[in-house]
């Protein structure tokens, strides 16, 4: 058996030569997937995410349906703040909910202190469980959300689409905005430290919604904190920066940190690259919304993203977000065949190899000892 360091996907975190594209998906474990609603038929999402065995077996989902070249813990960026007492809960239908927002320094100063560790040990055992199933088969991946995203949440209580409450406090109270990030790098840092020490082999941090800002916000209000995060991780360990709606901040977003950045799909990947600088990996960037459309279009944009990375070592393929409720699970299964043959048979900057990739079905080693 192969050691994990040299699995394709974190020799592209890297930046190192592969045989060919490495991929994995954002929410690659989800609705999509009936083996998914099956289990959401019997339990709710957090009682899901705190049942580490339940949580395992998610986890490992994708990885024997779709092939991916990486498992992501199945968690959410939410779990190391329900400690706080804000009252999380997830809605049908609506995302996450919280009950006590945050929206002054009065609420800032009422947070317990969390010990990260102790906050989430179901996430630690889910993690050790799932290491001890893939054997090394392929790296797992922790996650935790960039401190700007989980604030919104905190402070809107919810989802939102301007973040008006968010750039209230941050522009009328700077002072419990930076308190309350600061609150937040901790856990944050605390909460991934503690997945790597269970076996999380990169992780990645989701500033999913961080593109509501200009850039002089975003480097007063968040690059300070991200970087902080960043900072305070594990060494030696890849961290994947992932962002959307950053096609403006994308220079900001790289110097807050991380080994590879995570591109949305309304950045050109070429473009996006050269600005963020070619000693970092780039991760991305099919559009979600395509996964809905027939396989010859997917194959199209799929050979085009290849064609921006042009077999330049340090890409992981990835859509730009998570997979949506509506695709259709033949074609992601179709999507990470198709990564894996256009990547090898075109790459010209990739040395000769003894091995296939495991998206040419029965011809892996992998995907034999896979059952
Ligand atoms: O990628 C994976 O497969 C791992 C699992 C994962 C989940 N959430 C499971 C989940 C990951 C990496 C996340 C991260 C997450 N959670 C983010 C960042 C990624 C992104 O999408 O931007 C955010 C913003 C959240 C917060 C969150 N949790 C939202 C907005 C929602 C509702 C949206 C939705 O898809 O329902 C959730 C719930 C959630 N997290 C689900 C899953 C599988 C759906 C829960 C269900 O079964 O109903």
């Known amino acids: 058996m192969k ?5 394709p996907f974190l020799r592209a975190c890297r930046r190192e030569a ?3 594209t490495p991929v994995w998906l954002m929410r690659q474990a989800g609705r999509y997937m009936a083996e998914y609603r099956a289990l959401r038929q019997r339990s709710g999402f957090l009682e ?5 065995e339940a949580a395992a077996e998610v986890t490992l989902l994708p990885v024997e349906r779709l092939g991916v070249d990486a498992a992501i813990i199945f968690a959410d960026i939410l779990l190391p703040v329900e400690p706080m007492g804000v009252g999380l809960e997830f809605a049908a239908g609506e995302g996450p909910i919280i009950r006590r927002p945050v929206r002054g320094a009065a609420d800032v100063k009422r947070l317990p202190d969390v010990d990260p560790r102790e906050a989430a040990p179901f996430v630690f055992e889910a993690i050790r469980k799932v290491r001890k199933a893939l054997s090394e088969r392929v790296p797992l991946i922790g996650f935790a959300g960039a401190p700007f995203t989980v604030a919104s949440y905190l402070i809107e209580g919810g989802a939102s689409r301007e973040y008006l409450e968010t750039k209230r406090l941050m522009h009328n109270d700077p002072g419990a905005w930076h308190a309350l990030l600061e609150r937040l790098v901790k ?5 991934v430290n503690g997945q790597i020490a269970a076996g999380a082999q990169a992780v990645q941090l989701f500033d999913s919604w961080v593109g509501a800002l200009s850039p002089a916000d975003y480097r007063e209000f968040v690059l300070p904190h991200t970087r902080a995060t960043i900072k305070g991780l594990t060494a030696g360990v890849p961290v994947i ?6 096609a403006g901040l994308l220079e900001l977003v790289r110097e807050a940190g991380g080994d590879v950045i995570g591109l949305d799909w309304r950045v050109d990947l070429a473009d996006a690259w050269k600005r963020v600088g070619y000693d970092v990996a780039v991760q991305g960037n099919l559009d ?3 996964l809905l459309a027939k396989p010859a279009q997917i194959k199209r944009h ?6 921006r990375a042009a077999g330049r070592p340090g890409h992981i393929f990835n859509l730009g977000h998570g997979v949506l409720p509506e695709t259709p699970v033949e ?3 179709a999507l990470v065949d198709m990564v894996h043959e256009l990547s090898s048979l075109g790459g010209g900057l990739r040395p000769p190899s003894d091995s296939s990739p495991p998206g040419l079905r029965g011809k892996s080693p992998r995907s034999n000892d896979a059952r």
């Not at 050691?3 to 699995?7: D, G, L, R, V």
């Not at 920066?241 to 950053?246: D, K, L, P, V």
């Open 48 to 52: 899901l995410c705190k049942n580490p």
């Open 302 to 307: 799929v050979q085009a993203i290849l064609d």
């Open 288 to 290: 979600p919304a395509l």
């Open 331 to 333: 074609h992601v299964i």
């Open 18 to 20: 592969t045989e060919y």
């Open 241 to 246: 920066h992932f962002s959307t709606g950053t």
């Open 3 to 7: 050691p994990a360091t040299s699995a």
């Open 187 to 191: 856990v944050t840092v605390g909460y």
